[in-house]
């Protein structure tokens, strides 16, 4: 069975004033997601791209539970997604960390919503942040931190109270390139070994290709799925390094691919931009 599934999904929300032309929706409302529909198995690493505003976030926010659907239906392991669980842990773009907490305090706090008692928090809390490489950086606060390493951290925590599926939205893209790849290579290796569904937002093609099993292509507003890239190419599980891989002709291909689809709905979404900002 599908891990997660939407189904004919569809997400408008309202707006004052008239209805904006090109978001399709009825007399005030603007339609962010039209008709989604998507499968992903246990497992599974999915990435999905689109150009700016295209719905991306609303899509994962329904997935979190944080709103949910005017159309259709959202479901996680067969049963419709009801509000947020300890079933999906979130990583966003913005280090939603505490900033009075440690690193330590951060990761143990992600686990007082879960039944571990407080005496065994600390040491796990450790373990994980041992996991995305920060041991010895535990009684560190946020500012004392780089921001690769806070996403680290927002990572560790997600990871702590084992959930399921991990949604991260854009997690990386405010990070410097290099910082950017070897976070890439680490959340790969973290999915490898915990075998954890992800669902990856970006709108990196380079990422998309690098990161997903497939890549989901979303069309310009209102967002529905274009097309689903299945990306396969090296031998990625036996330890390729990054740059192997990145250079290999099948990377460059995929990339190609994704590339056509995401350039058409760029372009299209700049000339919806260009005519509501005349009319
Ligand atoms: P993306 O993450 O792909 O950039 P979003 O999912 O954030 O896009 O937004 C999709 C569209 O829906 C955007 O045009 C945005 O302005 C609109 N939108 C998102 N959230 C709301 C909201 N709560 N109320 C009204 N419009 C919203
Ligand atoms: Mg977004």
Known sequence: MAKI?????????????RGRKNG?????????????????????????VGPSGCGKSTLLDLLGGLTRPTGGRVLLDGAPVTGPGLDRGTVFQQYALLPWRT??????????ATGVPRRHRAAKAREFLGLVGLTGFEDRHPHELS???????????????????????????????????????????IWQRTGKTVVFITHGIEEAVYLGQRVAVLTSRPGRVKEVVPVSFGDRGAGATGEDLRSSPEFARHRHEVWTLLHDEVARAQRLEKEEAAA
């Not at 599934?5 to 004033?17: A, D, H, I, N």
């Not at 949604?167 to 890439?184: C, G, H």
Request: charged letters at 25%.
């Open 5 to 17: 599934v939407f189904e004919s999904v569809t997400k408008t929300f309202p707006v004052r004033g």
């Open 24 to 48: 399709r929706g009825g007399e005030g409302e603007f339609t962010a997601l039209d008709s989604v529909d998507l499968e992903i198995g246990p497992g599974e690493f999915m990435v999905v």
């Open 103 to 112: 690193a330590l305090g951060n990761v143990a706090f992600g686990l007082e």
């Open 147 to 189: 921001g690769g390493m806070r996403q680290r951290v927002a990572i560790a925590r997600a990871l702590a109270y084992d959930p399921d599926v991990l949604l991260m939205d854009e997690p990386f893209a405010a990070l410097d390139a290099q910082t950017r790849e070897s976070l890439q290579d680490e959340l790969r290796r």
